[in-house]
């Protein structure tokens, strides 16, 4: 069963691609349709990103969870400083009532309406956080090594 009520899809681009400009001022009008569900982003699950929410926060004020946010230069370096201790802290909780303290109740209410009891659940939560933030660790790693801009469309 599918967990939570969506998925944030993460996109490498160049600086400022993302945005439709239009007129002669080319003033931002959104989003260009073509980013979302784009065939290349990578997924990941909304409730893993609640767990890292106040990363993506601290990292850029413009961190918009129902909407788009670009993160470009020292953001990205912020970005990764914070989600790889996260990513450890996380990988290293060994019970479902360590866990619990990193994550909110509306996440393991999510795990327990898709997936059963947190109780029972709550390996499977953790792991699957573990492997989406190293994708998410890779693709910020990607921006930055291309000197790139992430592009982060929320649900």
């Not at 009520?5 to 260009?32: A, H, I, N, Y």
């Not at 619990?100 to 393991?108: C, E, G, I, K, P």
Request: net charge negative; with cysteine; glycine share 6%.
């Amino acid at each position: 069963m599918k967990l939570g009520v969506g998925c944030f899809d993460f996109l490498v681009l160049p600086e400022g691609e993302c945005w439709d400009r239009r007129g002669t001022l080319q003033v931002v009008k959104g989003v260009k349709s073509e980013y979302y569900h784009h065939p290349e982003a990578t997924r990941i699950n909304e409730c893993v990103v609640w767990v890292v929410r106040e990363a993506l926060e601290a990292s850029s004020p413009r961190f918009n969870f129902y909407y788009v946010t670009e993160f470009t230069g020292d953001e990205l370096r912020e970005l990764a400083d914070r989600l790889g201790p996260a990513r450890t802290l996380i990988e290293r909780c060994v019970s479902a009532d360590e866990l619990a303290t990193l994550v909110s109740t509306y996440v393991r209410g999510e795990v327990e309406d898709s997936w059963g009891p947190w109780k029972e659940q709550w390996a499977r939560f953790r792991d699957l956080t573990v492997h989406s933030l190293e994708q998410l660790l890779e693709i910020v790693a990607r921006a930055r090594s291309e000197q790139r801009a992430l592009l982060a469309i929320g649900i």
